[in-house]
Each structure stands twice: as C-alpha cells, then as structure tokens.
C-alpha cells in the first residue's frame, strides 16, 4: 500500500480510547485503520496503524501495522504518506517495534 494519503483530522491519542481513520491507496480502496501509535521522532510526526478487521498479530505473535508520516500537501492540508526512506523508516520502526512490546507487556499483568 504505497502513497497513502488522507487529510488528517487527529485527536490527542490517549490510553482509554481508540483512534480510527479511513486511508486510501494507490487503487483509490478505502481501508480503515486503528491508530495504535504516534511519535514526534527528529520533528516529524509518526503513525503506527493496524488495519480494522484484520489480526494485527501473524502466527509469531508479532503484531504487524502499517507506518506513516504526517506530512503538508500542496494545498497546505495534512496528509500522511509513507515513509519511503529506508534509514528513517527503520529508525521508526524501531522506535514503535520497541514501544508495542512495551505495551503488550503492561498488558500482560
């Protein structure tokens, strides 16, 4: 699913509620997504999503979400796109990698 983009109408993200937005690929399909995760790294805005409906965990138990970046369209409206900088996405998907088995830890006990 590259180039992603929607306008981006955020909340404040907080523990108690879940965030949801509809993104549209490439192919124009709509495909709605739980916020899991946001993160200010190096001044840019960062979204982990899992898509609605489907297991966000594989067989491994690892959960698997979609990583996207807050960005300004042309027209001055926020869009998210995804990270096509292999050295910034890693970093990033480091950062929510170690984040989301912080979280399933404290959901463990």
């Known amino acids: 699913m590259n180039d992603m983009e929607k306008n981006l109408d955020t909340q404040n ?3 108690d509620e879940s965030v949801f937005c509809t993104l549209t690929d ?7 997504f739980e916020i899991i995760g946001e993160a200010e ?3 840019a805005i960062y979204y982990a999503m899992s898509p609605v409906g489907e297991e966000s965990e594989n ?5 698997e979400y979609v990583l996207l ?4 369209d042309e027209n001055g409206e ?4 995804t990270v096509d900088d292999e050295d910034e996405f ?8 170690d984040f989301l088995d912080d979280e399933a830890d404290y959901d463990i006990n």
Do not use: M, P, T
């Not at 490439?26 to 709605?32: A, F, L």
């Not at 067989?59 to 959960?63: F, K, R």
């Not at 890693?90 to 990698?97: E, G, I, Q, T, Y």
């Open 69 to 72: 970046k807050k960005s300004v």
């Open 90 to 97: 890693d970093k990033v998907a480091n950062f929510f990698d």
């Open 13 to 15: 993200l907080s523990d």
């Open 78 to 81: 926020d869009v998210l796109v």
């Open 26 to 32: 490439e192919d124009g399909k709509e495909i709605d």
């Open 59 to 63: 067989e491994d138990g690892i959960v």
């Open 41 to 43: 790294i190096d001044g």
